[in-house]
């Protein structure tokens, strides 16, 4: 068998020099720009978080997860229901003894970015209160975190140490429309699991109506629509 062919190829003054264009890919994976867009920057804190459309729909997505195991929330991009929802949880008392409420994003950016966002909301350093779990980077602290962010594959390793989840009460997975491999793997397994956990709660956030037919086979759920008028 012959051996395979090499060409050389020669950097010419003037042209992108090689493996610029790589570094850049790797580049927008790991300091993308801030995902989350916010008109209302001269509003105090408070007044911003009222002025989303997912705020009409506070109560009611309160009473949603008391009452279902699982629901799916539909909300357009920019309706804030990544950064809410979970404040929402967590003033509603469900972290409370200890436990945790955990939100999936499917990339690290999207991650470190709606993590640093609430806890600037709540007035807390990243890392406390807030915090966030991405491979190699564990910003959270086991005793102090009360929303965690995470990657789906980083929930999925979790499931492998803790099979029940037991530090969590609810699960967020936000974007599920995108659709990864590891979000498929995380709702089949969180299936298994309310079965034998049914106070664990499980909301799937999506932008589209895709999320219906991911969870078609899921019983006991509900739908809300956080961008409906």
């Not at 967590?90 to 806890?119: F, Y």
Request: with cysteine; glycine share 6%; charged share 25%.
């Amino acid at each position: 068998m012959a051996a395979p062919r090499y060409t050389m190829k020669f950097w010419k003054p003037g042209s992108e020099a090689p493996g610029v264009s790589e570094e850049r890919e790797l580049a927008n994976e790991t300091t993308g720009s801030p995902v989350i867009y916010n008109p209302h920057t001269t509003l105090s804190i408070e007044k911003q978080r009222q002025r989303l459309p997912v705020f009409k729909h506070r109560n009611n997505i309160l009473y949603l997860v008391e009452s279902y195991q699982t629901v799916v929330i539909v909300g357009e991009t920019g309706c804030g229901k990544s950064t809410q929802i979970p404040q929402y949880l967590l003033e509603a008392g469900w972290a409370a003894e200890g436990k945790v409420i955990g939100v999936t994003q499917p990339r690290r950016v999207a991650a470190i970015s709606v993590a640093n966002r609430v806890a600037e909301e709540r007035g807390a350093l990243i890392g406390h209160e807030v915090g966030y779990t991405i491979r190699f980077d564990d910003c959270s602290d086991p005793h102090a975190t009360r929303i965690k962010f995470l990657t789906d594959g980083m929930l999925v390793r979790e499931m492998m140490a803790d099979p029940l989840l037991k530090k969590y009460s609810v699960l967020m997975l936000d974007e599920a429309h995108e659709r990864t491999l590891y979000t498929d793997i995380a709702i089949g397994l969180l299936k298994k699991i309310q079965k034998k956990r049914r106070d664990l709660r499980l909301i799937v956030a999506s932008a589209t109506l895709d999320a219906k037919v991911v969870l078609g086979s899921i019983q006991n759920k509900k739908l809300s629509n956080v961008t409906e008028k």
